[in-house]
């Protein structure tokens, strides 16, 4: 584990980069039933006092078309095991923009968005993608 020094004294932390991959159930969408295949790559900061902070990229796949579905990008912030999601995307199945909050857990997503077409959906997502690691000095 790599230990950076902050420039504020006695500040200590931990950058990981991770890619992951799992499965994503939409819910109140009517576009496909099939679940979605995910790639995903998550980059976060851990402070001593176990805050973490960083940015999700996904890019959902559909399996009913095996054609991509969404792009989305969000911020996170909060402890190692519920982060807090917010973000923007685009779903190429439905040709529209999405705005998007949710809950991060060790394995885990469920999310509500909504399209600019003004059409809400709630996801949720299974993925290999666990805790942030925790500072240990």
């Known amino acids: ?18 890619a992951y991959i799992g499965l994503q159930f939409i819910f109140g969408d009517a576009v496909g039933t099939m679940p979605g295949f995910v790639l ?4 976060s900061r851990t402070r001593t006092d176990n805050t973490v ?13 095996f ?7 969000s911020y996170l912030e909060g402890k190692c095991n519920v982060l807090g999601q917010y973000g923007l995307g685009y779903s190429f199945t ?5 705005l998007f909050v949710g809950i991060v857990g060790p394995l885990n997503k469920v999310f509500a968005e ?5 059409n809400p959906a709630l996801g949720l997502e299974l993925n290999t993608q666990d805790c ?6």
């Open 114 to 118: 909504i399209d600019s077409g003004k």
């Open 40 to 43: 995903g790559f998550r980059h």
């Open 1 to 18: 584990m790599l230990l950076y020094q902050s420039a504020r004294a006695g500040e200590a932390y931990h950058d990981e980069t991770r």
């Open 67 to 73: 054609r991509p579905d969404a792009i989305r990008l």
């Open 94 to 98: 439905k040709q529209a923009n999405l």
């Open 53 to 65: 902070t960083g940015g999700d990229l996904s890019l959902a796949i559909s399996l009913d078309t």
């Open 132 to 137: 942030a690691g925790k500072v240990i000095l």
